[in-house]
């Protein structure tokens, strides 16, 4: 009984009006965690976090400027390309350094990583578990590709020294970001149950909103990934029509999310909500398109060179990412569908505002 008596009072004091009012931050971007109260655990895990991405941002920087440096004009592709012709030689239509796979492959890199920072802070200081795993599956994603990149095209001189550094880094920190963050995600929820009370059905539902919120930022960052891929080589696997309508998608990706999440779902808006369910099919559509695009031309990205320097090089592995994330995206979309309904569904029901109100109302027991 007095372990009971004792749990009691912690409960009681942890979750107290005196404690709920140091515990959250209300700021103009809505109700966030009080850094100050910050454990050492989320303190660390925010430092692993942090000297990770940028560690393994600033060295695919560098393997950009390494790869830049490596032959880019006609005269050097050409002499490359001596005694080479009978074999059919190099394709020197694309001479530039910007046509190398690796080029490629590093700004996705860089664009996933963007949004893996996002799934990490925002998620800590909303304590958003869904966003959260995110971030841990983004770990584990960059964790594949750079090890498989490695094992592929480990590169020479100083395109290896770098590669190597950041297969270092990134083995030496993933799994330290995934530890860390197992942990911190196991011990999230006291700021979700101040904003939203004990009701179960009612948290219930907030966790169902927080997780549509985050499937919508996951399908822009899959379509800035995909648009990265399909621009491979300068374009030249697009079509004009397809250069034209493409980044016309990403552009109606990223303001449909910015209006779903920041207008739609906070406020509530239940009849307009009703235009997201055909706008973004739109992207599932490209999706479906693009995996039969890459189907029916696969043989040109396999056969095609990917930079004149390196005509053993093609775009196979650009080609397989690219149905590869087409696939996840359309796989995904009844799951973006099916909590979008919930969440709609869910309108009216006392969430409207929360965690992005001046004022939080606290626990309402």
Same mark, same amino acid.
Request: hydrophobic letters at 35%; charged letters at 15%.
């Given at each position: 009984?007095?372990?009971l008596q004792s749990l009691m009072e912690v409960s009681k004091n942890m979750y107290s009006p005196l404690s709920s009012a140091k515990y959250v931050w209300n700021t103009p971007f809505g109700t966030i965690r009080n850094v100050s #109260?910050?454990?050492? #655990?989320e303190w660390t895990y925010m430092a692993v976090v942090i000297l990770s991405i940028l560690a393994v941002f600033s060295l695919s920087i560098k393997s950009l400027v390494v790869i830049s440096e490596g032959p880019t004009n006609a005269s050097a592709c050409a002499s490359s390309c001596v005694n080479d012709v009978l074999q059919g030689g190099c394709?020197?239509?694309c001479d530039s350094w910007t046509c190398k796979e690796d080029f490629i492959f590093a700004v996705l890199l860089l664009i996933n990583l963007v949004f893996c920072s996002f799934y990490a802070i925002d998620g800590l200081f909303r304590e958003r578990g869904f966003e959260t795993l995110a971030y841990l599956l983004g770990v584990v994603a960059v964790y594949l590709y750079v090890g498989i990149n490695f094992?592929? =095209?480990? /590169?020479? /001189?100083?395109?290896y020294i770098f590669k190597l550094l950041r297969l270092v880094a990134v083995g030496?920190?993933?799994?330290?970001n995934i530890f860390l963050g197992l942990i911190v995600w196991r011990r999230m929820g006291?700021? =979700?149950f101040l904003m939203v009370g004990c009701i179960d059905s009612l948290m219930k539902a907030?966790?169902?909103r927080s997780s549509f919120v985050t499937l919508v930022v996951f399908n822009v960052e899959l379509m800035a990934s995909i648009t990265t891929l399909a621009f491979a080589r300068n374009s030249a696997f697009l079509s004009i029509a397809e250069m034209v309508v493409l980044p016309m998608v990403l552009c109606l990706t990223i303001l449909l999310a910015v209006f779903t999440v920041l207008i739609l779902v906070r406020y509530e808006w239940r009849k307009t909500m009703f235009l997201y369910y055909p706008f973004s099919t739109i992207t599932t559509i490209y999706y479906l398109y693009k995996i039969i695009n890459v189907a029916i031309e696969f043989h040109d990205y396999k056969s095609t060179p990917d930079h004149c320097s390196?005509?053993? /090089? =093609?775009? #196979?592995a650009v080609a397989a990412v690219l149905l590869l994330a087409c696939i996840l995206g359309i796989l995904a979309y009844p799951a973006i569908i099916t909590v979008a309904c919930i969440t709609h569904h869910n309108f009216g029901k006392g969430l409207k505002n929360i965690g992005g109100k001046k004022e939080v109302p606290l626990v309402r027991c």
């Open positions: 009984s007095c372990v #109260l910050f454990t050492w #655990l394709d020197k239509s094992v592929r =095209n480990p /590169g020479t /001189g100083s395109t030496f920190t993933a799994p330290l006291k700021l =979700n907030f966790h169902i390196t005509p053993e /090089g =093609n775009y #196979l």
